[in-house]
């Protein structure tokens, strides 16, 4: 079932993940600055004037980039849930910097996810290159 | 209703709409002569995404929100399959089911 992945897809699916990974960490700690409970026009305004939200800009504009480069040369079917293991990086960094608590289950959760991404990772990546197996 | 169920409610719109963009931006690689008006819908819907997200963030935590987001791996499936043609499998379709059963496991554990 295991199939050869260009290596600059992989390379791409990797940052891909990372910078998944940096937005939720540092967007959850941005959204933490703003008032609570505040009307739209008021949350929007005070989003702009907080500096770690053109940090999250940024990082979103590199993940853009980067994510229409993968599916250039990739299904969207396939490269979208292996960025799922994003989550399990998210589970480590909320547990390191935001003091978040990881057990058991949460681990089990991240075992199917990865067994997950696996199974896919081992499909056709581009269906529209002709040679895509039935499997 | 409840801070965590606004919350909740929130990201499964942040999913829907993250469906739809991924599909505009997988449309913008296909059809390099629209690219740019796919291009400019995905950014749109992800900017509405994001709006709505940060709100969301204020209600339920990361490790809440992130994986309830796993609904837009089902959304994009879907679409993929039906709007872009694409061969998912039936071992596509088992990761993806086991993909939203870790993400499910984290979230009622969250």
């Known amino acids: 079932m295991a199939r050869a992945i260009p290596l600059n897809l992989v390379a791409r ?8 990974s940096a937005v939720q960490i540092i967007w959850k700690v941005a959204a933490m600055q703003l008032p609570h409970s505040a009307p739209l ?20 504009a590199w993940q853009l980039v980067n994510w229409l480069k993968v599916l250039e040369r ?27 608590h990881v057990d058991a289950p949460k681990a089990l959760g991240i075992a199917l996810v990865i067994v997950g991404v696996w199974l896919i990772s081992g499909t056709h990546h581009d269906s529209r290159a002709g040679n895509a197996g039935t499997q | 209703m409840t801070q ?4 909740v409610l929130l990201v499964v719109l942040c999913s ?9 931006f997988k449309r913008s690689a296909l059809e390099t002569l629209r690219r740019a008006r796919w291009l400019s819908v995905g950014i749109a819907l992800f900017v509405v995404e994001a ?16 994986p309830i987001g796993s609904i ?26 086991l993909v939203v059963a870790g993400v499910t496991l984290l979230a009622v554990h969250a």
């Open chain 1, 13 to 20: 699916l990797a940052l891909a993940i990372g910078l998944d």
């Open chain 1, 41 to 60: 026009p008021s949350t929007v305004e005070a989003a702009l004037h907080q500096p770690i939200f053109l940090l999250v800009a940024a990082l979103f």
């Open chain 1, 74 to 100: 990739s299904d969207l079917s396939y490269a979208q849930p292996i960025t799922s293991l994003s989550f399990v990086s998210v589970f480590a960094l909320s547990a390191l910097f935001l003091g978040e």
């Open chain 2, 4 to 7: 965590t169920v606004t919350g």
């Open chain 2, 16 to 24: 829907i709409i993250e469906g739809i963009a991924q599909t505009s």
């Open chain 2, 51 to 66: 709006l709505i997200y940060t709100i969301a963030l204020q209600f339920v935590e990361v490790s809440t929100a992130f």
């Open chain 2, 72 to 97: 837009s791996f089902v959304v994009v499936t879907i679409l993929s399959r039906y709007v872009l043609n694409e061969l998912v499998t039936g071992v596509r379709w088992i990761g993806v089911a």
